[in-house]
């Protein structure tokens, strides 16, 4: 069984700050990828950023990076200079599995909160 | 292209009616997904399908049904509908679910149901 943990409700950051959302997971499966979603008040999903298990080097996409560190299974996410539009719901996500079936589906944490004050 | 659409956007029910949610994709995409969200509990699958007339149990199916008729719509279905199914409900869709595939999920922008 896959299991997420964020073990950050919620966050605080000031307006051009880096900040880092906390994701752990736990998986037997040696092929898995690892997505962080945001989730803006409006209440729409955005996919942000995507690691694969067997990736080199960590994964980059503007403003957000993913720190990820497999031996202790866990998947940071880290803002670089907050934006007051960062202020959001933040969803660390992991799909493993499909080794025989060829498809797998997505487990989500419980989400961080995270606010950006100017 | 609207990419994945939900109907309705809200609606209220009371106890032991029934109702059918919609989601329908224009990405072609072979994969769809239907997730409750509570407060405090992030997503959690309830039914998923990985092609047109196939369908699978997710995490928490129980009091739901679905239908996969055809490849673009993806219907979530609530027979008898209790309060505990007061949620946000998502549809998602995916062209590939492989463990390792990079293809991110595409979400609906969701359906607020309450259930008095």
């Known amino acids: 069984a896959q299991k997420i943990t964020q073990t950050q409700p919620g966050m605080f950051v000031q307006e051009k700050e880096a900040v880092t959302l906390d994701c752990t997971y736990d998986?037997?499966?040696?092929?898995?990828?690892l997505f962080w979603y945001k989730q803006p008040s409006s209440g729409e999903m955005i996919f942000l950023i995507y690691?694969?298990?067997?990736?080199?080097q960590n994964a980059t996409e503007g403003r957000y990076s993913l720190n990820f560190q497999k031996a202790r299974k866990s998947a940071n996410l880290v803002i670089s200079a907050s934006q007051l539009g960062d202020s959001a719901m933040y969803f660390c996500?992991?799909?493993?599995?499909?080794?025989?079936?060829?498809?797998?589906?997505?487990?989500f944490g419980k989400g961080t909160m995270l606010l950006v004050s100017p | 292209n609207a990419g994945v659409t939900q109907t309705p956007k809200f609606r209220v029910l009371k106890t032991g009616q029934s109702m059918t949610l919609l989601c329908a994709q224009d990405?072609?995409?072979?994969?769809m997904y239907w997730y409750r969200q509570d407060p405090g509990m992030g997503l959690r699958l309830i039914h998923y399908?990985?092609?047109?007339?196939?369908?699978a149990k997710g995490e928490v199916p129980d009091g739901y049904n679905v239908s996969r008729l055809k490849k673009q719509n993806f219907l979530l279905g609530l027979e008898s509908a209790a309060p505990s199914q007061t949620s946000v409900y998502f549809c998602a869709s995916s062209y590939t679910a492989g463990a390792l595939s990079y293809n991110e999920q595409f979400f609906g922008p969701g359906t607020r149901l309450t259930v008095l």
């Open positions: 998986t037997s499966d040696p092929s898995y990828g």
């Open positions: 990405m072609n995409h072979e994969y």
């Open positions: 996500a992991m799909r493993d599995g499909g080794m025989n079936s060829g498809y797998s589906t997505l487990t």
């Open positions: 690691q694969g298990s067997y990736d080199q």
């Open positions: 399908s990985v092609g047109e007339g196939t369908t």
